[in-house]
């Protein structure tokens, strides 16, 4: 069954699984079982999508090493599909640790003064599901109010490659150099680019495409005040702005810290 490939990166004969593995105490297994379903499905949630796309699904027939299980599932084109695993896989790893290499395994606890072979929480995911799930989820084409059409991917902004591009409005009278300037103050802290061949529209609809989340335009204005106009890639709204505060701003909202955050 896992090496039939078919729905696009959803199954492969090759793939990359991310897991971790929890060491607790036994009897406290399904305590940190729930904890570890709550956690994993928020910071699923902090991807900004739809809670609506993702839900548990518990397994009633469970593998004969654990005492309970479920998996977090998503949304995909093709419907409701596994994303993630969690299992409480008791003390079933350690224990054949043990029985093929001859070697004790135990945990020493000193709260209890007493050794133990700990039990297992595992969480694991999918890294292509996971990839494939954004993928679709960011990916829309949109009708605009006048009629026009445009594609925009609408990545986490942690997750975006680019996270911001500079824009001269024209290339002349030294706005395109005002631009390289501004992404010579920020590139060391964030992937930047720039560009000037085409009307600024064109340029927005390029950068939609591929998910950067802010387009940071160098115009007349700029010259004389040190101000720009930001743009959002999702509402295509705009702002002005100093140059100055453009690091914090992109830092409070593309870093992936501002992402990690969430989970505190």
Not at 21 to 45: A, C, I, L
Not at 60 to 70: D, G, I, M, R, S
Not at 113 to 125: A, D, K
Not at 226 to 253: F, G, S
């Amino acid at each position: 069954n896992e090496i039939v490939a078919r729905q696009f990166i959803f199954r492969m004969r090759e793939f990359e699984q991310m897991e971790m593995q929890f060491f607790v105490r036994p009897g406290t297994e399904m305590t940190w079982y729930d904890y570890w379903k709550s956690t994993r499905m928020n910071w699923h949630h902090t991807l900004g999508f739809d809670v609506k796309k993702h839900q548990f699904h518990d397994h009633l027939k469970l593998a004969h090493y654990a005492n309970a299980a479920c998996d977090i599932e998503f949304e995909f084109p093709f419907g409701f599909k596994e994303l993630e695993g969690i299992h409480s896989r008791t003390d079933f790893d350690l224990k054949k640790h043990e029985a093929y290499s001859g070697k004790k395994l135990q945990y020493f606890d000193p709260e209890l003064n007493e050794s133990y072979v700990p039990y297992v929480v595992e969480t694991s995911i999918g890294l292509d599901r996971l990839f494939l799930a954004v993928l679709s989820e960011a990916y829309k084409e949109q009708i605009l109010p006048d009629g026009s059409q445009r594609v925009v991917l609408a990545l986490p902004f942690a997750l975006a490659p680019i996270k911001a591009a500079v824009l001269p409005l024209v290339n002349k009278d030294g706005l395109a150099e005002k631009a390289e300037e501004i992404v010579n103050a920020l590139k060391y802290d964030f992937v930047i680019r720039t560009e000037a061949k085409d009307a600024i529209g064109k340029r927005y609809r390029r950068h939609d495409a591929i998910g950067t989340p802010f387009c940071i335009t160098v115009d007349y204005e700029t010259m004389e005040n040190q101000t720009v106009t930001i743009r959002h890639r999702d509402t295509m709204e705009q702002h002005r702005m100093p140059i100055a505060d453009l690091k914090a701003y992109l830092d409070t909202h593309v870093g992936l810290t501002s992402l990690l955050n969430k989970l505190a």
